[in-house]
């Protein structure tokens, strides 16, 4: 096998590889579901209408941008079970009740 019949076969593997990587994404496990905000910059699992690839995210909690999640927990998360609505607020852990004047100061 000649040096250029070496490079083409590794270009071939590697748009093979590619391809059957991108089969397999965007494909949720059955306790699965896309969550929409919660992904964080480069880790979302697949394209959008924007672009066509996983993990090219370019700002945290994008509306439009989502990972799978373990089925019921979307919401918890703050996400949305649908594209381009707001992440939901996070429930506040804690929250302090404002402090009351005393009468007379």
Avoid at 72 to 84: D, F, I, N, P, Q
Wanted: overall charge neutral.
């Amino acid at each position: 096998m000649t040096h250029r019949h070496a490079l083409i076969a590794a270009a071939l593997a590697g748009v093979c590889a590619h391809a059957a990587a991108q089969d397999t994404m965007g494909v949720p496990k059955a306790d699965q579901e896309a969550c929409y905000g919660v992904a964080k910059a480069g880790q979302n699992d697949c394209g959008t209408a924007t672009h066509g690839c996983a993990a090219v995210a370019t700002a945290d909690n994008d509306p439009n941008e989502w990972k799978f999640v373990a089925k019921g927990t979307c919401t918890k998360l703050g996400g949305s079970l649908e594209a381009g609505k707001p992440a939901q607020d996070k429930p506040a852990k804690h929250q302090a009740e404002p402090a009351k004047a005393e009468p007379g100061k």
